[in-house]
DNA sequence: GTGTTTTCTGACCGGATGGTCAAATCTGAT
DNA sequence: ATCAGATTTGACCATCCGGTCAGAAAACAC
């Protein structure tokens, strides 16, 4: 059992700037498109000195996507099984949103390696998302169940969630493009997506008993 | 003005073979990422002799998202101002989930372009994706302002239902993962979709003119 | 100050990659 | 059959890129 040796102020210091250049590099270039000299360059080190800290390119990507994950999944953890369905979820949406406005970087590169087959993720993919994602769907169908929201199968609603806050990060230029200057797209996403979630998810105003289980 | 000389069978097979496998390799690892040897392996040529076809590499990757801009857009094109508007949007939704589900390369294609900042579609994505997208965007205000659509903004609308189609081309890795074996993602998805932006987008019960414009 | 450890650098390496070129081979029209 | 033009190829090149290494410089402990 070897000690795990202390990290001077220098060690903190390059690696948190390593990981910052990674981070935009990465998340613009994606794995194969960036170059350790990319990296190096924004870090302000020299190419070997930047391998001094990392073993290599790959450990330096891992590293990367690892801390990503937790804060990634963050948001849905926060979902209550004892709160107000439809609340509990247009919240979830707001907390997404805001990750997609304060993190676009982190959303692109996970993006970048979801598009390219995910090689470096499917084992955290299987073990941490599918399980916490099933978790919540249950929570997501005991509400439906309860009549309290509207049916809509839980995992594409998540999926549907997913995709529409990150849209505002990874496809970013495509959306300023389209809508031109003058426009905050955050901003106006944020009331737009929770009135179409609200008006999809609210519980029809007919209670569930009155709907006959099988009209025949 | 010089005539556009008369193409071979073997410059079209070859040039469609070549234009072919490029879809495979860059939509599967971006522009950097893909190799000519790679392109060339796949189309069962010799890279000089794909180099006799196309100029360079840049060559192909432009042509082949010119192609795709035409294919990707007619969807939305399709959306008839005369018609049923919630069935008119349905419908669309429908068309672009086919696309996700048969064009899946193409789909991901573009998510990579985008997601590196469009380096090489700015000038499309202005010239041709604006107009089109300010054009429909306008049916459905003067929908939304006839009270035959649910208050939703339109240019938003839109983006979120190229969110939620494409999501199912760009993220198939990850819904896969998390859905598991023994689910077909885009059969599933298809009613989803359609339940959800029905029900966000059906007017509400109320006439419009029983809506107070302003209730101070 | 001295010795030790940490940090940093220039020079270098091997393989991959985009692209070139001259020459060989094939095709089709006559 | 012949020949011009189209097609294909192997050999080659310059550059880039991830990574190594021996040693210089800086930081630190005493």
């Given at each position: 059992?070897?000690?795990?040796?202390?990290?001077?102020?220098?060690?903190?210091?390059?690696?948190?700037?390593?990981?910052?250049?990674?981070?935009?590099?990465?998340?613009?270039?994606?794995?194969?498109?960036?170059?350790?000299?990319?990296?190096?360059?924004?870090?302000g080190l020299s190419k070997p000195n930047l391998l001094y800290y990392f073993p290599s390119k790959e450990a330096i990507h891992v590293q990367l996507i690892a801390g990503l994950l937790k804060v990634w999944l963050d948001p849905l953890r926060q979902l209550d099984p004892a709160g107000e369905?439809?609340?509990?979820?247009?919240?979830?949406?707001?907390?997404?949103?805001?990750?997609?406005?304060?993190?676009?970087?982190?959303s692109r590169l996970f993006a970048n390696e979801i598009l390219q087959g995910a090689p470096r993720i499917q084992g955290p993919l299987h073990d941490e998302l599918k399980p916490l994602v099933d978790d919540k769907a249950a929570v997501i169908a005991g509400w439906i169940a309860a009549g309290r929201l509207a049916p809509l199968d839980p995992h594409h609603l998540i999926f549907s969630i997913w995709a529409t806050t990150q849209h505002y990060a990874d496809f970013d230029v495509q959306v300023r493009a389209v809508l031109g200057p003058g426009h905050d797209p955050h901003t106006e996403a944020e009331p737009y997506l929770v009135a179409l979630f609200r008006r999809a998810l609210s519980?029809?105003?007919?209670?569930?008993?009155?709907?006959?289980?099988?009209?025949?």
């Open positions: 059992m070897s000690q795990p040796r202390p990290k001077t102020r220098i060690q903190q210091k390059n690696q948190d700037a390593i990981l910052e250049a990674a981070l935009e590099v990465f998340s613009q270039a994606g794995f194969r498109g960036a170059t350790l000299d990319q990296i190096a360059d924004r870090a369905p439809v609340e509990e979820i247009l919240a979830y949406i707001r907390r997404k949103l805001e990750l997609s406005r304060d993190f676009p970087r982190e519980p029809d105003a007919t209670t569930h008993a009155d709907i006959p289980v099988n009209s025949r």
